[in-house]
T-cell receptor, first 116, second 114 residues
Framework: GAGVSQSPRYKVAKRGQDVALRCDPISGHVSLFWYQQALGQGPEFLTYFQNEAQLDKSGLPSDRFFAERPEGSVSTLKIQRTQQEDSAVYLC??????????????FGPGTRLTVT | KNEVEQSPQNLTAQEGEFITINCSYSVGISALHWLQQHPGGGIVSLFMLSSGKKKHGRLIATINIQEKHSSLHITASHPRDSAVYICAVRIVMYSGGGADGLTFGKGTHLIIQP
């Protein structure tokens, strides 16, 4: 069956460019998470959506990062004026239930962003 | 200090060996996840635990809530088990609910040689 998909898989941006990363969660999944994984590190939480509502954006590193999920399905993570320290793999995950309960999270393949 | 610590960071073993990867955490949690990540690949969920022990094929995961410790065991290891194994927890917030996202360890890089 269809899992979580992300696009593009790889993105090279010049410093200062804006980028948009897309996540298609599993159909019907209520929760959607974005994580950032630097090289050699574990992922770190960025933001969480319950349906279309962004309930937690405490992990977004700066106001250059913006995420949306307008119809409660597809989500886009946008990074404005990219910096070299933004280079990382951006992972999207979805789960069936709301964050208030512990559900298994299903991860996408990630988008590897390289800022030159 | 990280809230989730894994050991060892790197592990190389021979095919057939019994493998143990450890995870300790310093906060209250509602669930602990073991995840597998292949190079260049996405993350696959292996187990979600809140107590006791789970088994799936050659993989066994245990958790001791009182000691804030979990282990992932691989029996009869095989080269295809080579991957990064990541422990992640869902932290219980002061409000009593769980955190929205997972908090991850840095991972254990496992190599199984034929």
């Amino acid at each position: 069956g269809a899992g979580v998909s992300q696009s593009p898989r790889y993105k090279v941006a010049k410093r200062g460019q804006d980028v948009a990363l897309r996540c298609d969660p599993i159909s019907g999944h209520v929760s959607l998470f974005w994580y950032q994984q630097a090289l050699g590190q574990g992922p770190e939480f960025l933001t969480y959506f319950q349906n279309e509502a962004q309930l937690d954006k405490s992990g977004l590193p700066s106001d250059r990062f913006f995420a949306e999920r307008p119809e409660g399905s597809v989500s886009t993570l946008k990074i404005q004026r990219t910096q070299q320290e933004d280079s990382a793999v951006y992972l999207c995950a979805s789960s069936l239930g709301a964050s208030g309960e512990s559900y298994e999270q299903y991860f996408g393949p990630g988008t590897r962003l390289t800022v030159t | 200090k990280n809230e989730v610590e894994q050991s060892p960071q790197n592990l190389t073993a021979q095919e057939g060996e019994f493998i143990t990867i450890n995870c300790s955490y310093s906060v209250g949690i509602s669930a602990l996840h073991w995840l597998q990540q292949h190079p260049g690949g996405g993350i696959v969920s292996l187990f979600m635990l809140s107590s006791g022990k789970k088994k799936h094929g050659r993989l066994i995961a245990t958790i001791n809530i009182q000691e804030k410790h979990s282990s992932l065991h691989i029996t009869a290891s095989h080269p295809r088990d080579s991957a990064v194994y990541i422990c992640a927890v869902r932290i219980v917030m002061y409000s009593g609910g769980g955190a929205d996202g997972l908090t991850f360890g840095k991972g254990t890089h496992l190599i199984i040689q034929p």
